[in-house]
Nanobody
C-alpha cells in the first residue's frame, strides 16, 4: 500500500520560510507525479505546485515567485520550499501522488494517493 507522510509545518512570521517534506513508501516513487495542495478552513482545496518524474515543475500563480517544489528520487521524498510567506498562505498543506493517467494534474481528482496534511500558520 502506498503511504505519503508530510512534515515540516509550523508557525512562522510573515516574510519567513518553511520547508515541507513528503516521504513516500509502497511503490516506485520515481513513477509518480508529485503535487502539493492546500486547504484553509471553509475554503476549497487548491493547487499549489506539481513536479514530474524528471523534474519539470508547474506552480499556481499565487506562489510561483515564492515557492519551489523539488524531489529526490533516491530518497523517495518530495519537498516544498516556501519563502516570503504571507498570512494568506495559512492552510493545511497536503502532498499527493498521481500514478500515471494524467500529466501535470492540477485538480485534486487527478491524484491517487494523499498524505495526512501538515498545518502551516503565518502570523502578520
Amino acid at each position: 500500500q502506498v503511504q505519503l507522510v508530510e512534515s515540516g509545518g509550523g508557525l512562522v512570521q510573515a516574510g519567513g520560510s518553511l520547508r515541507l517534506s513528503c516521504a513516500v513508501s509502497g511503490r516506485t516513487f520515481s513513477s509518480l507525479f508529485m503535487g502539493w495542495f492546500r486547504q484553509a478552513p471553509g475554503k476549497e482545496r487548491e493547487f499549489v505546485a506539481v513536479i514530474s518524474r524528471s523534474g519539470i515543475t508547474k506552480y499556481a500563480d499565487s506562489v510561483k515567485a515564492r515557492f519551489t517544489i523539488s524531489r529526490d528520487n533516491a530518497r523517495n521524498t518530495a519537498y516544498l520550499q516556501m519563502d516570503s510567506l504571507k498570512p494568506e498562505d495559512t492552510a493545511v498543506y497536503y502532498c499527493a501522488g498521481e500514478a500515471g493517467l494524467y500529466t501535470f494534474p492540477t485538480n485534486p481528482d487527478g491524484y491517487d494517493y494523499w498524505g495526512q496534511g501538515t498545518q502551516v500558520t503565518v502570523s502578520s
